[in-house]
């Protein structure tokens, strides 16, 4: 994406450098940092402290890592996670116990709680992107310095340079730690504050390309930044049909093998929404109500329950070819539920044998389940 800036700040202000920000970041740090100081930009401050832009980044990174699993870098380590910004979020959930909807106020209340535990992931955070994220202003003329210098002459590097040669979105206080001040650049705040849409837009989009290229299995990344509409969930075509077939066969729940109560049951995922990020028919099952909560976005066991999954499916299937109601009802099902082509051209093609059927949706379906499972969700541990 091209960062687009009202020409007429050009005079003053070096902005292909801030376009420079979000270039080659060896983490994903950087476009949470910078957004952080837009926004706080935008909350009307002139400065801030590293303790307060790092408590926006977490905010700004816990529904993504909390509900979506989604891995801030691609890089790991002998332990795992080496991301500082996931360790951070992943800490704080654990100590905290918020749910991954928690609203901006409560997860920061929950960092001032913790803070003493969250200081190394913190302060870790220090180390590099304040001043790396300036790369982009250095070395254009004077003065030259190794971008690998140390962070205290980096910082005396841009102040000095701030006042000589250009403008900087922002220099550093003379704080030590977690205390340390960013100052946001005077001249920069009206251009940040008249362009915000954009300037968040464009982070965004470099922070939605920079994720897929590190969590290369996760579908709809980008519908997985910030907490979505409910709204966005599907499933009245598909509930009509289940509905439909209630009304003319016993179906046995995937869990329970008990009969579906058709006043209290739910239409819900195998494989969790919340990683397929759709509702295609392909994943969806009728099941009791009182489990659905239960269950929330944990994968089935899947030795324990495919087998029972694939049998509702094929049910449902050979219904739509005898019962011509119930084939009324999976056309209906086009337009929000049947966008796969390869149930489309294979799972629900005429004249699939059980063990064809079968067989087709375990191959298609198996790999977005163990894509799931590398991703981190857990295995939802049913005692029936």
């Known amino acids: 994406m091209q960062l687009t800036i009202d020409t007429h700040y050009y005079n003053k202000l070096d902005i292909k450098g801030f376009s420079r920000m979000m270039k080659d970041p060896s983490y994903c740090y950087k476009f949470y940092w910078l957004e952080a100081i837009v926004q706080l930009i935008l909350e009307g401050r002139k400065e801030a402290s590293y303790d307060e832009i790092i408590d926006e980044m977490i905010a700004n990174a816990w529904y993504s890592v909390v509900e979506f699993h989604i891995h801030l870098s691609g890089i790991w380590g002998a332990g795992g996670v080496r991301d500082n910004l996931e360790k951070a979020v992943t800490k704080l959930k654990g100590l905290s116990e ?7 106020v409560e997860i920061k209340n929950a960092i001032r709680q913790f803070d003493r535990q969250l200081h190394p992931e913190k302060q870790s955070l220090t180390l ?11 070395n254009k003329t004077g003065e030259k310095i190794s971008l690998d210098s140390s962070a205290g002459r980096m910082m005396a590097y841009y102040n000095k340079l ?46 939605v390309k920079w ?22 969930r599907k499933l ?28 209290n049951y739910d239409v819900d995922h195998f494989i969790p929404w919340s990683f397929v990020m759709n509702d295609e028919l392909w ?4 099941m009791d109500s009182a489990l659905n909560s239960s269950k929330s976005n944990k994968l089935p066991d899947w030795d324990g329950f495919f087998r029972r999954f ?48 079968y067989g087709i949706l375990e191959k298609n379906m198996k790999p977005v389940y163990e894509s799931a499972r590398h991703q981190g969700y857990e295995v939802w541990e049913w005692r029936g």
């Open 98 to 104: 918020l749910p991954a909807n928690a609203s901006k």
């Open 128 to 138: 590099n992107v304040p001043y790396k994220a300036l790369s982009g202003f250095a």
């Open 162 to 207: 701030n006042e000589t040669e250009i403008l900087l979105p922002y220099t550093f206080g003379n704080e030590s730690g977690l205390s340390r001040k960013v100052i946001f650049g005077t001249e920069w705040i009206p251009m940040i504050q008249d362009n915000a849409v954009t300037i968040l837009g464009w982070i965004q989009c470099e922070k």
């Open 211 to 232: 994720l897929q290229n590190n969590n290369p299995e996760v579908p709809g990344l980008i519908y997985k930044l910030e907490i979505l509409d409910e709204k966005m």
């Open 236 to 263: 009245s075509h598909v509930r009509k049909l289940w509905d439909g077939i209630l009304g003319q066969r016993k179906v046995a729940d995937v869990f329970t093998d008990k009969e579906i109560d058709r006043d």
């Open 283 to 286: 994943n969806l099952m009728p």
């Open 310 to 357: 694939a049998r509702n499916q094929y049910m449902m299937y050979e219904m739509v070819y005898e019962v011509a109601g119930i084939g009324k009802l999976y056309e209906a099902c086009y337009r929000d539920n049947l966008h796969s082509i390869w149930a489309n051209q294979e799972l629900y093609r005429r004249g699939n044998s059980e063990t064809e059927f």
